[in-house]
């Protein structure tokens, strides 16, 4: 991560040597109202007195994310600002400032957030109940095609439409039966190994009836949510709409639509990410973790993790909530931490072995996709089995991910996941504190389960 710092500190250069007090730049921003468009030259401010400048030919994963994230933190690198002049131009408003930019903080900013980022892969994909058997509409397809390549247009990591789709029909089935406990949107994103995620919700048709030998006109409007796929927390959804389309064909005019859409939109759902991560620097990121308890075991009680809970409160790299939500055989922490993931597996597990009712089981990283951890008692991996299922099926889909140009296919692998079922031990009742507290997520290389057996859900 150091060498991912380095690189992006490489490919930021000041344009005028004022470290200490800051370089004063002038600069315009645009937008749809007076703040969107402050906070557009606040953005560009920073670029211009750091002198962004992104080589578009690097392979370096996760600079540009990492970059547009710093530059949604305007606060403490725009030290100073005056507002040379405003006001509305066309259908925008405009501003043009005046502004001190501290390239220190700016640096401080990249140095923070650039060690908690751990690999960025966006997946776009439609709304579940729109895909009936995995299958999708024609638009609907055209709509994914446009969102991918809008994000790559910005240098941004996607998975490939056509993977997608793939990966949507071979899975649905096992998936839609799957018992890990996620969202059907998570899954897929695991499958993809996509850390965050577009979903395009259903597309309404506007139609105006042409007249005078006219064609008719055709306008579209769709929302966009966004979704932290290691947490499955819904940073926000953006609407989209087109202007009206004149053409004589009607699925041409709803193609042409889509595309309009996209290309005015997208931009407001990519700043969600963007601002969302951008929080990361004074809050740490967010992870989600279970923490499973030994089945058959005496159930666990607030008390008996009560020294867990101070420990983590106690270290002021970690945020978050601190009370874990009790579910059916596990305890589920929603926390954030300032450092590397594999720093904060460790302490999650150095916590769990100097907690008296913890210590006997051992507990161990049996699970890790991004931010989202399993800790498990050493002896009781099988306790995350579904989700060791998806593992490998992911597995699957990377080995055939690198063999370009072939379908698919993951049939062979889901009968033997079939065939080989085992049961999962009973979860204790969701009443009882035998689940145990999970613990903020650590993104080391995951101990993953050692054993590749293709594994039957239930």
Do not use: H
């Not at 066309?90 to 060690?115: C, H, I, P, T, W």
């Amino acid at each position: 991560m150091r060498k991912l710092f380095t690189v992006i500190c490489a490919l930021f250069f000041v344009a005028s040597c004022s470290y200490g007090q800051g370089t004063t730049v002038r600069v315009k921003g645009t937008g749809s109202n007076r703040n969107d468009a402050l906070n557009d030259a606040r953005r560009n401010a920073i670029a211009s007195g750091v002198g962004v400048r992104v080589q578009s030919e690097t392979q370096m994963q996760d600079m540009v994310a990492i970059r547009d994230a710093v530059l949604s933190r305007t606060e403490g690198v725009v030290t100073a600002e005056k507002i040379v002049s405003e006001g509305q131009v066309g259908e925008l408003y405009e501003v043009e400032l005046e502004a001190m930019v501290n390239k220190d903080a700016f640096d401080a900013n990249v140095r923070s957030l650039s060690q908690m980022v751990g690999g960025i892969r966006f997946l776009t994909i439609v709304n579940p109940d729109l895909a009936a058997n995995g299958e999708l509409p024609d638009l609907y397809r055209f709509a994914v095609d446009r969102v991918n390549e809008f994000l790559l247009s910005k240098k941004y990591r996607v998975l490939e439409s056509k993977r997608y789709f793939q990966i949507l029909k071979a899975t649905k089935s096992i998936l839609d039966k799957d018992e890990s406990g996620l969202s059907y949107e998570q899954k897929l994103g695991m499958l993809a190994d996509a850390q965050m995620l577009f979903e395009i919700d259903k597309i309404n048709v506007d139609f105006r009836q042409g007249s005078g030998g006219l064609p008719g006109q055709t306008k579209v409007f769709f929302d966009i949510k966004v979704f932290d796929n290691c947490t499955g927390e819904l940073l926000g959804t953006s609407p989209l709409e087109s202007g009206w389309v004149m053409l004589p064909n009607a699925d041409a005019a709803q193609r042409e639509a889509v595309k309009q859409a996209v290309e005015k939109g997208m931009v407001r759902p990519l700043y969600l990410f963007s601002e969302s991560m951008g929080s990361w620097i004074n809050d740490g990121a967010p992870y989600r973790v279970r923490i499973y308890n030994q089945p058959g075991a005496q159930p666990l009680t607030s008390r008996d993790l009560r020294p867990f809970k101070n420990k983590l409160t106690s270290n002021s790299d970690f945020g978050g909530t601190f009370e874990p939500n009790l579910n059916n055989g596990y305890f589920l922490y929603n926390l954030s931490y300032k450092k590397r993931s594999d720093q904060m597996g460790d302490l999650l597990m150095d916590y769990a072995d100097e907690t008296e009712a913890l210590k006997p089981l051992k507990m161990d990283i049996s699970f890790q996709f991004g931010r989202f951890m399993c800790l498990t008692p050493s002896a009781q991996k099988e306790l995350v089995k579904p989700l060791q299922n998806l593992d490998v099926l992911q597995d699957e889909i990377k080995k055939q991910e690198g063999q370009p140009g072939t379908d698919l296919n993951l049939q062979g692998l889901m009968d033997k996941l079939q065939k080989s079922e085992v049961k999962n031990p009973p979860a204790p009742p969701v009443g009882s504190a035998s689940n145990l507290p999970a613990a903020l997520g650590s993104k080391r290389p995951a101990k993953k389960p050692s054993t590749k057996k293709p594994i039957q859900k239930k």
